[in-house]
């Protein structure tokens, strides 16, 4: 019992730890993408942890923790690259800093492909 | 010990609340303060829940910091997508 | 400047009377008189696990009423503003693959949530308004997730005026046979716990719930069919 909640209190520090990690990523990435990116990871990683943590501590409630870590896992991805997509589309511009824009390239090709068939 | 966290945290939340909610009425974009109406429920809901009251902090986080700021965001849009 | 004076003189004489009235304020030590029966006596004539509910929708149901027509009246004054607006077609790009399969994904469950919600309310901290809630944020998810699909909006306003509907005719009912106006005790109450149990609270909150989804739902239909969206 006593070394269970002991892990369980490490496995909680290192998931606040991570979202912490997350919140310093928000800050200082350069922009929308890589926020998105370091918020979305981080957070959800942190999360999950923190409910391991709490479910080593407190056992009798892992039921209700097992369903929150479903939800985040389904949500979690989903709104971040909901977000993403929307901000593309938005028009938002990348860092400087940026290697490659598959997801513009693809639109090009794509309304290349559309115009060719139509001429 | 645990009520006097309970109050600390509940001072805490209020102050946050507090913050949000001058952000909502001063910033100058539409969005971020739509955004920061709906962390002002979010934060009411908490303090509902460590004032022992779960029935409200439901209502208050299903309608105040979910559906009300989906309308907004709606309205907002169609705004913006009419006056373009 | 007067203005400005004016106004900080305003805030001063507001701040002063908020202080006046903290200064006063000492916390009751014991209940008064209608909250100790409500604590005492509550749970024998109600039989609702949750006294919260009973309070709702038992001794203030007919609070619970008007809250309930007042949603109506925003969600339809909503509506005859809405579809009456003329402007510009807006084209709608439909949405991502993954957005729309994690929807398909997760609407069930959040339905199911908030169904939960609802029939729980007697016994667990929910009810009728909080499920309700729930049920619009999942059709609100199926619609943000498929732009380009109608919308069935009569299926919004039949269910929600049934519900109305059967809500005040098990008020009446109460009156004939039971005690009052939205009387409980119509049907056996039952051993307090169960699932069915507290008279009629569970089957009021079911259709509570119903009307609230319907309402806020269609508040959200309304303005995306607004401009003649889909009027070709």
């Known amino acids: 019992m006593e070394t269970l909640e002991i892990i369980g209190a490490f496995i909680l520090l290192s998931g606040s730890i991570f979202i912490f990690l997350g919140s310093l990523g928000l800050v200082r990435m350069p922009d929308v993408y890589n926020r998105i990116q370091a918020g979305t990871k981080a957070s959800t990683l942190g999360t999950l942890l923190s409910l391991t943590g709490i479910a080593l501590m407190t056992p009798s409630w892992w039921s209700r923790l097992l369903l929150l870590a479903i939800f985040i896992i389904i949500t979690n991805p989903v709104s971040s690259h909901v977000l993403a997509r929307a901000s593309h589309k938005a028009g938002i511009k990348l860092s400087k800093r940026t290697v490659s824009d598959k997801y513009k390239a693809y639109n090009q090709a794509k309304e290349e492909a559309e115009h060719g068939n139509e001429s | ?84 | 400047m007067i203005k400005k004076l004016t106004f900080l003189a305003l805030i001063a004489g507001f701040g002063y009377m908020l202080w006046t009235g903290l200064a006063k304020y000492n916390a009751a030590e014991s209940l008064n008189r209608i909250s100790s029966y409500y604590a005492q006596d509550g749970l024998e004539e109600v039989g609702a696990a949750n006294l919260v509910t009973a309070v709702v929708v038992t001794y203030r149901g007919l609070d619970t009423l008007g809250e309930v027509s007042i949603l109506f009246l925003t969600a339809s004054i909503l509506g005859f503003f809405l579809v009456s607006g003329k402007g510009p077609k807006i084209p709608l790009q439909d949405s991502s693959e993954i957005l729309k399969t994690a929807s398909k994904l997760l609407e069930p469950i959040i339905l199911l949530f908030g169904i939960y919600v609802f029939i729980n309310g007697h016994l667990t901290p929910g009810g009728g308004f909080q499920g309700g809630a729930i049920l619009a944020s999942a059709l609100i998810l199926a619609y943000l997730a498929n732009p380009k699909e109608g919308i069935n909006k009569s299926i919004f306003r039949i269910t929600e005026s049934i519900s109305g509907v059967v809500f005040i005719l098990i008020g009446i009912l109460g009156i004939v046979l039971a005690g009052g106006f939205l009387d409980n005790r119509i049907i056996p109450v039952g051993s307090i716990g169960d699932l069915i149990s507290a008279g009629i609270i569970p089957i009021i909150y079911i259709f509570v719930g119903m009307k609230v989804g319907a309402e806020l739902t269609s508040i959200v239909t309304n303005l995306k069919h607004s401009p003649k969206n889909n009027v070709e």
């Open chain 2, 1 to 84: 010990m645990e009520t006097n966290l309970n109050i600390i945290l509940a001072i805490v939340i209020g102050v946050l609340a507090l913050v949000f909610a001058i952000i909502a009425i001063y910033h100058k974009k539409l969005s971020v303060a739509i955004i920061a109406s709906g962390a002002v429920s979010l934060m009411a809901s908490i303090l509902f829940l460590l004032l022992s009251a779960p029935d409200v902090a439901m209502t208050e986080a299903a309608i105040g910091s979910g559906l009300s700021v989906i309308i907004f965001f709606y309205a907002l849009s169609k705004i913006r997508k009419q006056h373009d």
